[in-house]
């Protein structure tokens, strides 16, 4: 589902961010980065996201090469992958309702899909009871389940996390920790980068670890 060959990205300025990163994450897998702070973590994930080439390596996700996706193209190629990040990145302005709607009607979804669908995903996530909020009248934990919500209600096959409890204390991360992974167990291919070692232990994934740019290991979970 993604495949990462040979992955190098050198930032102007010559910051090697990562170097000859190779993997493979598979349909349906849960995987975790982890890292030091500067790792290239992030960076991994915006070359994921096409907001950048790599400077060296080839990169395929849900079987598409993204060097070969056009620029007119890539907000589509987005839209089809989910993404959440420590900063939750909602509209503030805008109720929990409008900022999951908001992300169906950038895709043309008729009104009846809408309505239909936007409090299907808020009762996925556990805020059906909060929909008129506005999102600074949330806690923390409930934002980045406004915006895991609105990653996932077009359906995605990917799920990436940037950090998602990084905001977050000890509970509201487990909650939403044990989101991603009924997410993941409902089918879609998750990939969570996090500093939460006592997390990453418990939960017994897969964990790809980065180390100043390169890849330290990979190792799956243990059954
Ligand atoms: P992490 O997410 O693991 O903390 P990042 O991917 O954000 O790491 O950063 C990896 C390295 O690349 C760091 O040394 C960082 O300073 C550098 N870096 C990140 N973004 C840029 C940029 N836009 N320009 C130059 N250097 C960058
Ligand atoms: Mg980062």
Known sequence: MITLTNV???????VAALKDISMDIDQGEFAFIVGDSGSGKSTLIKLLL?????????????GKDLSRIRHKDIPEYRRKIGCVFQDFR????????ENVAFA??????????????????LSRVGLASKYRSLPNHLSGGEQQRVAIARAL???????LADEPTGNLDGHNAWEIMKLLDEINKDGTTVLVVTHNMEIVRAMNKRVITIYKGTLMSDEEEAL
């Open 90 to 97: 909602l509209l503030k302005d805008r109720n929990v309702y």
């Open 153 to 159: 209600v077009n359906h995605p096959k990917i799920l």
């Open 8 to 14: 190098t990205k050198t930032y102007e300025k010559g």
């Open 50 to 62: 096409k907001e950048f080439p790599p400077t060296a390596g080839k990169i395929e996700v849900a």
């Open 104 to 121: 169906m009607r950038v895709t043309g979804a008729s009104k009846r899909e809408i309505k239909k669908r936007v409090p299907q995903m």
